[in-house]
């Protein structure tokens, strides 16, 4: 369904939210938000019917929301083709429940009476909202470039949030009205954005070529971790049943098995520095997808967690600007200086050579 045809049928509903540092007062970041209702309306009111034509389909399929729907939940399912979306959006459509469902459009069907109000405290609050945003993401940003972010909402998938090429999105259906949770992956969404401005790219000059995979590793764990931050206040994620269906037990069940998280981390970095075929594709599941609790996020974020604890806000921001490295040379700095406290889960002494190569074979100044 083409823009002109979603707002001619929807008016309203497309919106650019532009708020200033001024308006977010603790932030230096200029932000603006565009929200896109176009693909999350389109797919509801099609939902909302009893029959779909091929016309139908093909209109809402072009939709950039949609597309961007589509990408990312083949990323994870290779039944999630252009032909599943059409032939399950139909089969729903009708009032069945088709199996496999790779979008989950059974899902999205049965919590309709959840969505339409997301969207519509989406339009009332926007311009508090993107100044709420703008404030968490400026705690922790070192950047001060002007953000122009498009958001897109859309439902169905497998991915309740993500972030790609300066834009996010967020998937309604998974909110069921919480919308403080809804804030909260906003922001650790608009963080991600807000990282392709000032993470650093690879430094490396020298060293073995296995050190780009262990790079590679750390920079998601920091990416993923730093933006975590946003979604795990420090003082708990409070809220409703997404904070606490999903946040808080995620939080909780992670924090419970920290030390085999850690572990977990210490044979990947291994693998990856010690073997030239290691494809960081083929085992990102086991480090950050919620099928395992996203297990390195959890990581990322502890480390980042203790570095502003122990060290300051001031030099978490300024390491956010570093190579990934340093963010991990600080954390282990900061357990090495307090060999008594148990709570600082440390590395092997092999991870932390790795940490140490990479860190030199990247021109860092530490």
């Not at 000059?205 to 795990?232: C, D, F, H, K, Q």
């Amino acid at each position: 369904m083409s823009r002109r045809y979603m707002r001619a049928a929807l008016p309203g509903l497309a919106l650019v939210v532009a708020v200033s540092a001024a308006q977010a007062q603790t932030t230096p970041l200029p932000v603006t938000l565009e929200l896109d209702f176009e693909s999350a309306s389109a797919v509801s009111a099609l939902l909302e019917r009893d029959s779909v034509s091929d016309e139908d389909l093909d209109r809402v399929f072009e939709l950039p929301g949609v597309q961007a729907l589509v990408r990312q939940t083949r990323r994870f399912d290779d039944a999630a083709t252009e032909a599943a979306f059409k032939t399950t959006l139909r089969a729903v459509v009708r009032g069945d429940t088709p199996s496999p469902d790779p979008f989950n459009f059974t899902g999205v069907r049965d919590r309709l009476e959840e969505i339409r109000p997301a969207i519509r405290w989406l339009e009332a609050n926007h311009e508090k909202l993107a100044a709420d945003l703008a404030d968490r993401i400026g705690r922790y940003s070192p950047g001060e470039d002007i953000l122009r972010v498009p958001v897109f909402l859309v439902v169905g998938g497998t991915s309740d949030g993500w972030a790609r090429d300066g834009a996010f999105h967020v998937a309604l259906h998974y909110f069921r009205g919480d919308m403080d949770g809804l804030e909260l992956l906003m922001a650790h969404e608009l963080f991600h954005v807000a990282q392709t401005t000032f993470m650093p790219n690879s430094g490396i000059r020298e060293g073995p070529s296995t050190l780009e995979n262990v790079e590679m590793l750390l920079s998601s764990t920091v990416s993923e971790g730093t933006a975590s931050l946003l979604w795990w206040p420090e003082d708990g994620p409070r809220g409703g049943v997404y904070v606490e269906g999903v946040l808080q037990r995620k939080l909780e069940r992670n924090q419970r098995r920290v030390t085999d998280i850690f572990a977990l981390f210490d044979l990947m970095v291994l693998r990856a520095h010690s073997d030239p075929e290691f494809d960081f594709a083929s085992v990102y599941n086991l480090g950050f997808s919620g099928a395992w609790d996203s297990p390195f996020y959890y990581l990322g974020y502890r480390v980042a967690r203790t570095i502003e604890r122990h060290r300051g806000l001031e030099v978490l921001r300024e390491l956010l600007a570093r190579p990934p490295v340093d963010l991990f040379l600080e954390y282990v700095s900061v357990y090495m200086e307090r060999p008594e406290d148990s709570s600082l889960v440390r590395f092997t002494s092999e991870t932390e050579a790795v940490i140490r190569e990479l860190s030199a074979a990247g021109g860092s100044p530490r």
